[in-house]
C-alpha cells in the first residue's frame, strides 16, 4: 500500500522581511523569468533564504561547499 504522506509538512504561512523580500525579488531580477542561473549569488541567496523559511528541517544540505 503506497504511502500518501507529503515528503514534508510546509507551513501555512510565511513572514518575510522587507529586506528577505528584496533579497527574493533581486534573484528573480537576476534569473531572467525561467533561465535560473543557479550559481549567481543572488539566486542561490534566494533559495537559501526560501528553503529555510519553508522547510528548515533541511539544513545545511544547501551549503556554499559545491562552489
Known sequence: M???R???RLPDEVVLSRDEVATVLA???????F????DEPLVRGAIRLLTAKLWPELGDLLGDDEQ
Open 2 to 4: 503506497a504511502d500518501d
Open 6 to 8: 507529503p515528503l514534508v
Open 27 to 33: 534573484a528573480l531580477d537576476v534569473s531572467e523569468g
Open 35 to 38: 533561465a535560473i542561473a543557479t
